[in-house]
């Protein structure tokens, strides 16, 4: 079947590689990929994508309703990766998160209203939820942001809720734990680690380590929300976790186990103010409709690290640039 895709926030981590499963999967279809091209769009990545005939590009502000408006027109599916994403940098300056989240949001959900689009898929956070204590969060579970990215991302969920609750609109939000893979910014934590171990550099671990998150590959994220858009339920929210908990003490040895080090490559770091104890999610309501990780986390971070390993021509000039 072809479509016309509306994608935002293509250039980055997440978005550039669920582009590609799209321009691989259905050739037919056609892809707008809109990114503003701040610091985590990356125009190498961009670059590998303009190589499909069904990508098509657009530089631009996700908050420029004129733009937006004209994009939107023969849109079937809006997918919104768009968004301020690093919780260090939403607490040193909280406005462009807002701005960008909040409002950028709120320009495409009316654009995609008023032009009749078929299907909107929101993609968020499990920091939505806040800190964990114990067990898993449902998606019934309250909203308990800690940080300024994650009141955004909340505040951005509610205002797509309320354009299905209110308009009819057809509208999913998705919340996905932390993601790993290729492609990925190196001032997350995994690619930091890694890239600063090539470079025979300690790697930062906050505190003692015993914050704990649960770690998804982002192929298996890509085929989470591509299930989603075939058989979602509009106006529901999707959890999307690997049920992987790991403390960042033990992520970090598994990762210094990968290049045969031990903790002494660790540099302790103050901790971030605020920083939420533990992330889990629920996922059982996707779970149901025939989706799981297809690999364990062991055998994706050896291969995420091989990546990082052959294609330092991609990440070594973003972390020059830093």
């Known amino acids: 079947m072809s479509r ?14 669920f ?22 769009g990356v125009p190498a990545t961009v670059a590998e994508l303009d190589e499909y005939p069904n990508h098509r590009f657009v530089k631009g502000d996700i908050r420029d309703e004129a733009l937006v408006a004209e994009l939107m027109q023969g849109v079937d599916v809006v997918v919104h ?77 509610l205002i797509a809720l309320s354009y299905h609750h209110t308009y009819g609109f057809p ?10 893979g290729p492609y990925q910014f190196p001032e997350k934590v995994i690619p930091l680690f890694v890239t600063n171990l090539i470079d025979g550099k300690k790697v930062p671990l906050y505190g003692e380590g015993l914050n704990e998150r649960d770690w998804l590959h982002v192929s298996d994220h890509c085929a989470a929300i591509r299930l989603l858009l075939e058989k979602g339920t509009p106006g529901e929210v999707y959890n999307i976790g690997a049920d992987n908990q790991l403390a960042n003490i033990e992520l970090t040895r598994r990762i210094l186990s990968h290049f045969g080090l031990d903790e002494s490559w660790i540099e302790r770091v103050p901790d971030r103010p605020g920083h939420d104890f533990r992330y889990a999610v629920d996922s059982s309501k996707l779970r149901s409709l025939g ?32």
């Open 171 to 180: 509208v999913i939000v998705t919340r996905c734990t932390n993601n790993y």
């Open 19 to 40: 582009v590609r499963t799209l321009l691989v999967g259905e050739p037919d279809s056609e892809v707008v990929n809109l990114d503003l091209m701040t610091y985590a």
């Open 4 to 17: 016309r895709y509306l994608v935002t926030g293509g250039a980055g981590f997440i978005g550039s590689n």
């Open 291 to 322: 989706w799981a990780p297809a690999q364990d986390f062991d055998e994706r971070l050896e291969e995420t690290i091989a990546w990082y390993r052959a294609r330092e021509d991609w990440w070594r000039p973003l972390k020059e640039k830093r």
């Open 81 to 157: 990766f768009a968004a301020e994403s690093h919780v260090d940098r939403s607490i040193a300056g909280p406005g462009p998160f807002i701005s960008t989240n909040v409002l950028g949001t709120a320009v495409l959900l009316d654009a995609a209203l008023r032009a009749s689009v078929g299907l909107f898929l929101h993609v968020s956070t499990d920091e939505v939820y806040g800190s964990i204590a114990e067990g898993f969060a449902p998606e019934t579970a309250p909203l308990n942001p800690s940080s300024p990215y994650s009141s955004s991302k909340a505040s951005s969920d």
